[in-house]
């Protein structure tokens, strides 16, 4: 009685993109090694098959960080740090001692607290909370104690940082 032999799959799917270069390439050489003609294979496949091989050692390694993510993390930080200041002055004016500031500061806050953490969102996420807090900001009974509070121009700020935010996304977008 003989054995019988089971082939097993070879689990190329396990192997990082080093691996798979490496077993590809080493796969080239013995075809070659053993010439298209005794493997019953046509030389047009083997030569399709060396381009493809070559095409992956080019692609397989490539950066894929864009130039404008440093610039997008730039201004992250700076809407993140105006959000903050604009929270904290928020904060503090609701317990000042002068009525009108406190009224203001209590007033701008209750309306404008569901944007107090966007800069904890995703990237469009947060850009499109930072245009709708610069909206918010101008309606008239909230642009009226943001100006009590000596505030009036974070609206403005917010929103020009909010606009660079999105051109370099979508800069970034185009150019990937």
């Not at 080019?58 to 200041?85: C, F, G, N, P």
């Not at 944007?115 to 009974?141: E, F, H, V, W």
């Amino acid at each position: 009685m003989s054995d019988i032999i089971t082939i097993k799959t070879i689990g190329l799917d396990k192997l990082n993109n080093y691996e798979y270069n490496y077993f590809s390439e080493q796969f080239l050489v013995l075809i070659n090694a053993a010439t298209a003609e005794k493997l019953h294979v046509s030389s047009t496949l083997v030569e399709s098959y060396s381009t493809n091989v070559n095409k992956m050692r080019d692609i397989a390694v490539q950066s894929r960080t864009a130039d404008e993510t440093a610039l997008i993390a730039d201004v992250s930080k700076e809407a993140k740090s105006l959000v903050i200041y604009f929270f904290n002055v928020l904060r503090s004016e609701k317990q000042s001692p002068i009525a009108a500031n406190k009224t203001a500061a209590t007033g701008a806050y209750n309306a404008l607290k569901p944007y107090s953490g966007l800069y904890n969102l995703p990237q469009r996420q947060q850009l499109q909370a930072l245009r709708g807090l610069a909206t918010d900001m101008r309606k008239p009974a909230i642009a009226e104690y943001l100006t009590t509070l000596g505030q009036s121009e974070m609206a403005d700020s917010l929103s020009d940082v909010a606009e660079r935010y999105a051109a370099l996304l979508e800069q970034r977008s185009a150019n990937m």
